[in-house]
């Protein structure tokens, strides 16, 4: 069996079907060891070595996502708040935040899905405040139809990128792949850092405030 914990490894053998399983199962809220964005680097690492496309891998990861999302919307839908409470105390989501993500979502539905996907650490959550709150199936389908294939991109071609760069360095001498997924990790904790510092800098929404 081929270890999980080298993504490479791992969608050598398995492929785009492999890519896929690792999503839809992240998307339907199966915890997974290795975030999702990790795999799908990985497959623009292969293919910066000629051993995949970016065609077949973001047909992949729109399936996957759109149909695991699916899921744990219509999960979410039964089990309402509970559910709702429960997965914000796991990604450390306050109150205040959903509070402020709920307004959001019965204002501008498809543009605060799309958004909110494309925050690390937001997506799983962002999937259970819409089926918590009954948002229009349509509506949050199209938003994660959206964010996916923005998400596949970003991803896929960051890992071309760093794979190129790694291949190029790697023809002066032997170089481990955890140095690429390293690259990766620490650009993606970048991102997350920026976008918490800037959150933070904005403060608390302004219904807060005026309740303050």
């Given at each position: 069996m081929t270890p999980v914990h080298d993504p490479a490894a791992f969608l050598s053998r398995w492929h785009y079907l492999g890519l896929f399983a690792v999503i839809f199962a992240e998307e339907a809220g199966v915890p997974l060891p290795i975030p999702g964005d990790l795999f799908i680097a990985a497959m623009g690492f292969l293919a910066s070595t000629g051993r995949a496309s970016f065609f077949p891998a973001a047909a992949a990861v729109t399936l996957a996502?759109?149909?695991?999302?699916?899921?744990?919307?219509?999960?979410?839908?039964?089990?309402?708040?509970?559910l709702l409470s429960f997965v914000g105390r796991w990604f450390g989501y306050t109150a205040e935040r959903q509070l402020n993500l709920e307004k959001r979502l019965r204002r501008n539905g498809v543009a605060t899905v799309v958004l909110g996907r494309l925050i690390p650490g937001l997506r799983i959550v962002m999937t259970v405040v819409a089926g918590a709150l009954r948002l229009d199936h349509a509506t949050f389908a199209l938003g994660t139809l959206v964010a996916a294939l923005v998400w596949a991109s970003v991803y896929f071609w960051l890992g071309y990128a760093l794979g190129s760069g790694y291949q190029r360095l790697a023809g002066r001498g032997e170089l481990p792949h955890w140095l690429f997924f390293a690259a990766v990790g620490v650009l993606a904790a970048v991102v997350v850092v920026w976008l918490r510092v800037r959150a933070r800098r904005r403060g608390p929404p302004p219904s807060s405030r005026a309740r303050a």
């Open positions: 996502t759109v149909l695991g999302a699916a899921l744990l919307y219509l999960l979410s839908r039964h089990a309402g708040r509970r």
